[in-house]
Nanobody, 126 residues
């Protein structure tokens, strides 16, 4: 069982930056692929970024490439999402997700992740 708690959301102007954190419980954190997803009102939960257990490989949605960076600190059981050059269309609830046995082919699929946090709101004003 993995418990996830996100933090770092808030209100920011377009062009600004935020860093989200996701703290995980459990002694097997480093075995989990970690992902960030987001969900805007009335829309589906969309993939944002993911990172493998070792941190050696990262994946990004095209809409955030070059602006967002996912990273992890396995010693602190924490995964981060650095968000730069934020746009109003980035406004959403951001969720952290984890899975211990996720195939690469499913890394952008929300349905493939076993564990989820409660979400943190990010609002970007124009």
């Amino acid at each position: 069982q993995v418990h996830l708690i996100e933090s770092g959301g808030g209100l920011v102007q377009a062009g600004g930056s935020l860093r989200l954190s996701c703290a995980a419980s459990g002694r097997t954190f480093s075995r989990n692929t970690m992902g960030w997803f987001r969900q805007a009102p009335g829309k589906e939960r969309d993939f944002v970024a993911a990172i493998t257990g070792s941190g050696g490989t990262t994946y990004y949605a095209d809409s955030v490439k070059g602006r967002f960076t996912i990273s992890r600190d396995n010693a602190k059981n924490t995964v981060y999402l650095q968000m730069n050059s934020l746009k109003p269309e980035d406004t959403a609830v951001y969720y952290c997700a984890a899975d211990p046995s996720l195939p690469v082919i499913a890394i952008s699929s929300a349905a493939a992740y076993d564990y989820w946090g409660q979400g943190t709101q990010v609002t970007v004003s124009s």
